[in-house]
């Protein structure tokens, strides 16, 4: 059976929409059809957090809450969830905690991104009544005051847990979510738009094959842009958000197995049992709203040369299973990219899954991002190297960069030049200098091609000097200790 309206929770109140075109963002629809104007538009980009809304979605019989970025959000994704904007906090006469702690911290100057900060304190709030700093800082790092105001509004999360918060409503909203049919795929038009939303990898699958031209839409963070900032209308969308075999995490003896519809934060506490490099990486890969949304699959699939997951991925020779039809197939990820946006997927196809191999005993990984910025921020070179040294020598090492060349890629004669080598200073500035026969970087807005290549080497080193570091710390400890 296929749907052709959107139903979803305004609040706790069910709304429909029908004949919608595909193309209208939650920020669009809110402002400008609903006139929900607290919800507000400062970079269309998914950046500065003034557009931050909440979402409530049903897992195991409950509603689990998210803050997402509506400027990036299209309105059918939607469906069968339950939307709040800040609008819909305050009860009565009563403000919400996280608009009185506001208040009363004074955290509000200009006033133009509160909004967006009281939702992502209203998210903090329902996941964590009582943050800690860290967990404060995590959720406002997607939220952008240009007062610079920040001290109060970390105040006021954190005196948040002071004011008693009335959870009703939250029953409220799962009987009613219920009530909507999410089994059944979705199916909206316009007259120049579509949008198809399967349920499963076999409709996806033959949906591919009857729409080539299809654009894939998981968390958006990416493909939304190309209707917010260069404002073009995707003539055919097919969401993957609800297809249950791409949203599965499997693990075997082995490695760990991740539908390409799995977003961030779902995967990233996995991820950093394994790899705790990886999920400090991942906490710097934007803000908590787009981790609420972006998957592996997409940061892959779009193929940008600047993406954080690929060069990891290539570092730790992970794999991706591609299906097309009922057939197949499984490839490196590192030999997915071909050029600048040209990837090895064939028509129809698209991606099912990537199996990330477990840990190796004696091997490290390391992780470093180059970014203006913290938190929220694009790579400038972002550098991944994985490495087994046994005594003097180094028994096992792959590097792989982006931003260092059209796609994300090994270095290959960085790694020949440590492989079999003795670890030390020598080797490693020897393979410092064959970075330059791997990567011809140019220059752009975030880094000249001086400064990348620069700063590659030193990341090299760098890794050297820390691990180097760390067993000196090891063997001082077995000496005092007496125990290895």
């Not at 180059?370 to 590097?399: C, M, N, W």
């Not at 220059?443 to 620069?454: K, P, T």
Request: hydrophobic share 35%; net charge negative; glycine share 6%.
């Amino acid at each position: 059976m296929t749907q052709t309206t959107i139903k979803f929770l305004m609040n706790n109140e069910l709304h429909s929409v029908e004949h919608v075109d595909p193309n209208t963002t939650v920020l669009h629809y809110l402002r400008n059809d609903l006139n929900r104007c607290g919800t507000k538009e400062g970079c269309a980009s998914g950046d500065c957090g003034a557009c931050t809304v909440v979402v409530g979605e049903l897992e195991k019989g409950s509603v689990k809450y998210k803050s997402i970025n509506a400027c990036i959000t299209f309105l059918p994704s939607l469906h069968g969830k339950q939307l709040i904007t800040v609008e819909d906090l305050k009860q009565d006469d009563q403000l919400h905690p996280a608009q009185q702690t506001m208040v009363d911290c004074h955290g509000s100057q200009c006033g133009f991104c509160t909004p967006g900060f009281v939702m992502s304190l209203y998210a903090l709030n329902k996941n964590h009544p009582s943050p800690t700093k860290d967990t404060a800082m995590e959720a406002l790092s997607g939220n952008l005051c240009r007062c610079t105001g920040y001290r109060p509004i970390v105040d006021a999360a954190l005196n948040m847990g002071n004011y008693p918060c009335d959870q009703n409503t939250d029953t409220i909203a799962t009987e009613l979510l219920q009530t909507i049919n999410r089994q059944d795929s979705t199916f909206l038009s316009n007259q120049s738009s579509q949008y198809f939303a399967p349920t499963s990898a076999d409709e996806l699958a033959q949906l591919l094959i009857d729409y080539p031209d299809a654009r894939l839409l998981a968390g958006g963070t990416d493909l939304a842009l190309e209707v917010t900032q260069f404002h073009r209308d995707l003539s055919t969308i097919i969401y993957v958000g609800n297809v249950s075999e791409l949203k599965t995490i499997r693990e075997t003896d082995s490695s760990l197995i991740i539908g390409s519809a799995v977003t961030y934060n779902e995967c990233v506490h996995r991820l950093e049992k394994e790899y705790p490099e990886l999920g400090e990486m991942i906490e710097r890969l934007g803000s908590l709203q787009i981790r609420n949304q972006g998957t592996i699959g997409g940061n892959i699939g779009n193929a940008s040369p600047i993406g954080d997951m690929p060069p990891v991925l290539i570092a730790l020779d992970a794999t991706m299973t591609l299906r097309r039809g009922h057939n197949t197939r499984t490839i490196k990820v590192a030999d997915y990219f071909h050029d600048y946006k040209v990837t090895d997927l064939k028509a129809n196809e698209f991606i099912q899954s990537i199996e990330i191999p477990k840990a190796k005993p004696g091997y490290q990984l390391k992780i470093y991002k180059i970014s203006k910025r913290i938190d929220d921020d694009i790579s400038a070179v972002l550098a991944a190297f994985y490495l087994h040294v046994e005594g003097p020598q180094v028994k096992s090492f792959t590097a792989a960069f982006g931003g260092m060349a059209a796609i994300p890629k090994r270095a290959r004669h960085c790694e020949a030049a440590l492989m079999g080598h003795p670890w030390t200073e020598s080797s490693i500035e020897s393979a410092m200098q064959a970075l330059m026969l791997d990567f011809k970087p140019l220059s752009d807005v975030r880094a000249s091609a001086e400064y990348r290549m620069d700063v590659a080497k030193n990341l090299l080193m760098k890794s050297f000097l820390e691990i180097n570091q760390s067993k000196e710390q090891e063997n001082t400890a077995t000496r005092v200790t007496g125990y290895a």
